[in-house]
């Protein structure tokens, strides 16, 4: 057992409690605890929007998808997921920002009525199910390689959980984006003394390039097939654009004081992830010189990401061995803490006050604290029921679900006058209804296999949903509108809680 390195990384935990209490005192209205009260300058939109993807998946699923296939295999994320932001500050922050809302659910109502609202928000707190269970799983993961199995991963889940849930109840945004600060400056020096190390002991960093290079890990173009291509556009769609319109990518927008910050530190904050997200690849592959015989064993197991953690503790020095529970701690805390945060506050802003219209901020506040449980109770559940499931894939499903669903309606919406209510509706049930067909049935196609080219029975669901999702959008829009629109003026966000203007 690791008691030194476990006695830290629990006070490391606790220490974030003093920070929760802390920004707990700032917070005085809804808009404080969801949008940090639109004040962030740009460094701190830089460094929580960096956070926002920078979490288990990054420091242990990647670089373990790397050195089993290349950069093919992670095309999704770090690639797709950087450029999500990228996006979304080019395209999409000073339209939204200038909306001065709470919630990207708030969007939807007031551009295509209650119903879209409703919708679009259920599908955005459903898809926080995975993602959250993949930080709460890394958790686990770690107390149970500290402990020497003497924590199982279960406990470990839940030990973890209840810490980082007592920070995000007490100071909500505030909190999240004061510890994505620390966090992130204790990952960056952390991890990058890491790589250091590890080339050391690789024998110098133009061996592992020299590695990677002879096992052709730098090719990301996937073989020139129509199956092949069509499985890579899916797959870099998924977290590019289907994570955009997500609750945690809007709160780090909407935190910013002003609308140029919020689009600059959406673009920089994509930029350097991924920048920094080959790091953790670099210290994987240095793995394959170090101790070649044990990661091969653990990459062909059925616990890759457990290659890393394996390095450090059985290959680094106690300082480094610090900085690296360190950093990964950082990573998931700064990431689980948002991720929890955010379906919640979509729950209350655009589900809970249509049930109780007659709530006042107040009590908006409070319900969405408890709520804030009340979710991490349901995903710490999942989390433990699936334990085993590889967190790169259950990162990688939770965003088909707003790629189908939501993208459409919120970027139609925005640049598309002629978009409807019956439009959005149409998006959505066509984009749904064709993924979960396909991703329920995937061999659908099985008994035509002689009659259809595999491109066609092994189309990825997700891509079909996805155009399924913009051809619903056209010709509802266009064709005789039965739904009626039913828009909202932007004032009617804060008709419960004006102080958060």
């Not at 199982?152 to 004061?178: E, F, H, K, R, W």
Request: neutral net charge; hydrophobic residues 55%; contains cysteine.
């Amino acid at each position: 057992m690791n008691t030194a390195l476990l006695v830290l990384v629990i006070v490391y935990l606790l220490g974030t409690l003093a920070v929760g209490a802390w920004a707990g005192s700032k917070i005085k209205n809804t808009a404080d605890f969801a949008v940090a009260g639109h004040s962030l300058p740009l460094i701190m939109v830089i460094t929580t929007s960096f956070a926002t993807w920078f979490g288990a998946e990054t420091v242990l699923g990647i670089p373990a998808k790397f050195v089993n296939g290349g950069l093919k295999e992670v095309v999704e994320d770090p690639f797709g997921a950087s450029m999500c932001l990228v996006l979304v500050g080019l395209f999409f922050a000073r339209k939204l920002y200038r909306m001065k809302l709470l919630s990207i659910g708030d969007y939807f109502r007031n551009r295509y009525g209650t119903l879209i609202e409703i919708l679009c928000s259920t599908l955005i707190i459903f898809s926080y199910l995975g993602w959250v269970a993949a930080q709460i799983t890394a958790l686990g993961l770690v107390f149970s390689i500290l402990s020497g199995g003497a924590i199982s991963a279960p406990v470990g889940m839940v030990i973890g959980t209840v810490l980082v849930l007592i920070y995000v109840i007490m100071g909500g945004m505030l909190a999240v984006v004061y510890t994505d600060f620390i966090q992130m400056i204790v990952l960056v020096i952390g991890l990058s003394y890491i790589a250091w190390v590890s080339a050391a002991q690789a024998g110098g960093a133009s061996k592992v390039f020299a590695l990677a290079s002879e096992r052709d890990l730098f090719n990301i173009l996937p073989e020139p097939t129509i199956k092949n291509w069509l499985l890579f556009v899916a797959s870099a769609i998924t977290m590019m654009i289907g994570s955009i319109p997500q609750q945690d990518v809007f709160q780090r927008v909407m935190s910013a004081k002003d609308a140029n910050t919020a689009r600059n530190g959406a673009v920089i904050g994509g930029l350097s992830y991924l920048a920094f997200a080959f790091v953790p690849m670099f210290i994987v592959a240095s793995s394959l010189l170090i101790m070649p015989e044990t990661a091969m064993e653990l990459l062909k197991g059925d616990n890759p990401q457990k290659v890393l953690p394996t390095l450090i503790l059985n290959h680094m020095p106690f300082f480094a061995q610090v900085l690296f529970f360190g950093a990964l701690v950082s990573a998931i805390k700064s990431t689980s803490s948002a991720t929890l945060l955010a379906p919640s506050t979509s729950f209350v802003e655009n589900i809970l006050r249509h049930m109780w219209p007659s709530l006042d901020d107040r009590h908006l506040l409070r319900a969405m604290r408890i709520s804030i449980f009340v979710f991490a109770a349901i995903v710490l559940s999942y989390a433990i029921a699936v334990d085993g499931k590889p967190i790169y894939d259950m990162v990688s499903s939770a965003y088909q679900v707003t790629l189908v669903g939501a993208f459409v309606p919120l970027t139609f919406g925005l640049y598309w006058r002629s978009a409807t209510t019956q439009g959005a509706l149409a998006s959505i049930v066509f984009g749904i209804s064709v993924w979960l067909t396909l991703t329920m049935f995937p061999e659908w196609g099985k008994d035509w296999s002689t009659l259809l080219p595999d491109w066609v029975i092994e189309f990825p669901s997700q891509l079909a949903g996805f155009l399924a999702s913009i051809a619903g959008m056209i010709a509802g829009s266009l064709l005789p509108q039965v739904v009626a629109n039913k828009k909202e003026s932007e004032e009617a966000t804060y008709s419960v809680h004006p102080e958060g203007i």
